[in-house]
């Protein structure tokens, strides 16, 4: 079902999601994070989403034991999102891909 932008929506009762019509780049972020599932479009279509000053700003916004996840398995993504401060692993990909990262902060 579609949801409206800007709005908190409840999913179940313990689950809400809100969409923020915005970008990355111009999104600030005011509440501590603790899970990133990062959905971007590949680093060979739209480099712009894997600068690593947006992996520096959603670093900082996370808490402690916060989890960034990408199906984007690149080298030199998972060397910038560790030299930002990520415990980086790589896991078992989705069907069709061969591993994906999970990066930790401690
Ligand atoms: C691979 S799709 C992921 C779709 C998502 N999983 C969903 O179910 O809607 C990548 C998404 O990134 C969004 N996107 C593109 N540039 C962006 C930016 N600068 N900041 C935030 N999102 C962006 C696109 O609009 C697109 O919805």
Redesign the pocket.
Known sequence: MARPWDALCSITSFFSIKKVE????D?EIRQPIDLV?Y???GPNS?A??WDISIFEKIYKAMRSQGVFVTYCAKGQVRRDLKSVGFVMERLEGPPGKREMLRGRKL
């Open positions: 915005t970008t990355i780049q999104f599932y959905d971007a479009f739209q712009e989403m």
